[in-house]
């Protein structure tokens, strides 16, 4: 069953906007060309609504489609929204547990998944999730074959791996969130180290979204100045533990929010609006997220997606930056992709 708005009134199904506007003079009929935007959310959980409430109130779509097994919470989340169209930029909602409510989008953004439990590790979610996948997936690419897709659900490394397979989309169309929203947490604590503005610190976690993720510390600037070399020329001596430390809490700071309200929602909601403003929009930003590895920073062990700084545009992934790191980041890196392979291989993926 799917779900829409509709401008019919009456039992005689008057449509009122044939009836309320009359055409004027000597005008051409609409344009056929497309700037109608489509985005469709698969998962309308905790996760799934954060990133469709931001979508909406930032304007990123002309039209937004909800996906998810359980018809009467989509009913209700559908509602909900359409409900505050008076305070919200005008676009169409529709809901289904159908997929043909995705047809024709531009951008298709999975979260549907288990939720991860307290004190449960990213990687463990994995087997309960890509039995999920496998009947997501297909029928996403069918209704949506030129569609970029988006990967949330974790661990979003190997799911988004999974998706890739499933899909047959080329590489730089299917894309995983990633540390997108890693880097956002390390930006902010070394912003609240030095006391400045959060915008202006520029510094990547990069590899697994997860326990073996990298701190590019080489990466790290504030202003343009890089912080390392700068402390290096003023002889300013500086602890590497506490460069550790922050990005533990990196690490860290996901299970506690979990552990604290049970989920995370918000932070993620914006992080994934962000992601496709620079997709849609072909905004050209360069964005920490989970893109097909192999043959960067001497990953060559198989196939496998995790977190590079990523140049995002209509295109999807239009590139892979070149930044230049420590031999030490090099060889963390690599080991990151390695744990995420041997999972793959344990499990026959």
């Known amino acids: ?4 708005g509709s401008s019919s009134f ?19 009929p609409p ?5 109608h935007t489509k985005i469709s959310v698969v998962g309308v959980g905790k996760v799934g609504m954060a990133i469709a409430q931001t979508i909406l109130t930032q304007n990123l779509a002309d039209e937004l489609a909800l996906l998810d097994a359980k018809p009467d919470m989509l009913r209700g989340e559908m509602l909900d929204l359409q409900h505050a169209a008076a305070f919200l930029p005008r676009t169409k909602i529709s809901a289904s547990a159908d997929y043909s409510v995705t047809v024709g989008s531009d951008l298709c953004i999975v979260t549907a998944g288990a ?27 069918k209704n949506s074959p030129d569609s970029i897709l988006l990967i949330v659900s974790n661990p979003v490394d190997l799911l988004t791996y999974v998706s890739w397979k499933l899909s047959g989309f080329p590489s730089n169309r299917v894309i995983g969130s990633g540390t997108n929203l ?5 930006r902010f604590l070394i912003a609240d180290h030095l006391d400045v503005n959060a915008q202006d610190v520029q510094a990547y976690i990069v590899g697994e979204h997860g326990d073996s993720s990298v701190a590019l510390w080489s990466s790290i600037s504030i202003g343009g100045v890089p912080v390392l070399s700068f402390l290096e020329k003023q002889q300013i001596a500086y602890e590497k533990q506490t460069l550790e430390n922050i990005h533990k809490e ?14 995370t929602s918000w932070a993620i909601g914006y992080s994934v609006a962000n992601l496709a403003r620079s997709l849609l929009r072909d905004q050209r930003k360069i964005h920490p ?14 196939d496998v997606f995790l977190s590079l700084p990523a140049h995002l545009g209509r295109g999807g992934v239009l590139g892979v930056t070149n930044i230049h ?23 026959g993926l």
């Open 325 to 347: 790191l420590m031999d030490e980041e090099v060889e963390k890196l690599r080991k990151s992709a390695e744990t995420i392979l041997e999972v793959q291989n344990q499990l």
């Open 10 to 28: 009456g039992p005689g199904g008057l449509d009122l906007a044939q009836s309320f506007f009359k055409p004027i003079q000597n005008g051409a």
């Open 1 to 4: 069953m799917q779900m829409n």
């Open 182 to 186: 890693d880097s956002s947490r390390f």
């Open 250 to 263: 990196v690490i860290d700071s996901a299970y506690e929010v979990i552990n604290l309200k049970g989920y």
């Open 31 to 35: 344009s056929t060309t497309k700037c």
């Open 289 to 302: 997220v989970s893109v097909y590895a192999k043959g960067f920073y001497g990953i060559d062990g198989g």
């Open 115 to 141: 939720r991860q439990k307290p004190g449960e590790s990213r990687l463990n979610l994995l087997q309960r999730n890509v039995a999920l996948l496998s009947d997501i997936i297909p029928p996403l690419a």
